[in-house]
């Protein structure tokens, strides 16, 4: 092979990567996705435990400043939980909405409170919070977590108003980018 053929083998594979696409096609995985060891081989690890945990904690931290006790959900970007942490005297019936901002959140990608906004009697998905099995939860508290642009995972909080709840989960997602 001449060394024009390589630059240009070259550069088109770079274009294709810059482009979004593997050589073959294929989608190029984010560098956000990282590979970690499982029981059966490695595995692709979307929200790592320790990233997950690190964020609650500093909702926590908000939440306490504010004389709140919530429950905070971390799930990755299938929906799958990552961690979940229920402060000293949170409402018991927060953990199953704290779970359930997450799933909506990676759901329709999206924050909850924009999908009330959307599901409202003249909104075009009025009713969605009927669909899923009763797991879509349009109040907010719920946030899609992204990296370099690529949809990570999702934050879910609950046990207090739903301002209030809002309000923590934004600051959860803007924390999070700085959060390694």
């Known amino acids: 092979?001449?060394?024009?053929?390589?630059?240009?083998?070259?550069?088109?594979?770079l274009e294709r990567a810059e482009n979004g696409r593997t050589e073959s096609g294929g989608p190029v995985k984010p560098k956000t996705v990282k590979q970690a060891a499982a029981n059966g081989g490695q595995t692709y690890v979307t929200m790592p435990l320790a990233l997950?945990?690190?964020?609650i904690e500093k909702i926590e931290e908000k939440a306490?400043?504010?004389?709140?006790?919530?429950?905070?959900?971390?799930?990755d970007a299938s929906g799958r939980p990552v961690a979940i942490h229920c402060m000293d005297g949170a409402y018991i019936g927060s953990f199953d909405v704290a779970?359930?901002?997450t799933y909506t959140s990676i759901a329709f990608q999206m924050s909850t409170a924009e999908l009330g906004r959307l599901s409202g009697p003249d909104g075009s998905l009025?009713?969605?919070q009927f669909t899923n099995d009763g797991k879509i939860v349009?109040?907010?508290?719920?946030?899609?977590l992204k990296k370099d642009g690529v949809?990570?995972?999702?934050l879910g909080v609950s046990g207090g108003s739903a301002e209030q709840d809002t309000a923590l989960a934004a600051y959860g997602k803007s924390v999070f980018t700085e959060l390694e």
């Open 151 to 154: 949809i990570v995972g999702a």
């Open 64 to 75: 306490a400043r504010w004389d709140m006790r919530v429950v905070t959900a971390v799930s």
């Open 126 to 128: 009025y009713g969605i």
């Open 99 to 101: 779970l359930n901002k």
């Open 138 to 144: 349009i109040f907010g508290g719920g946030e899609v």
């Open 52 to 55: 997950a945990v690190k964020l």
């Open 1 to 13: 092979m001449e060394n024009k053929e390589i630059e240009a083998i070259v550069r088109e594979v």
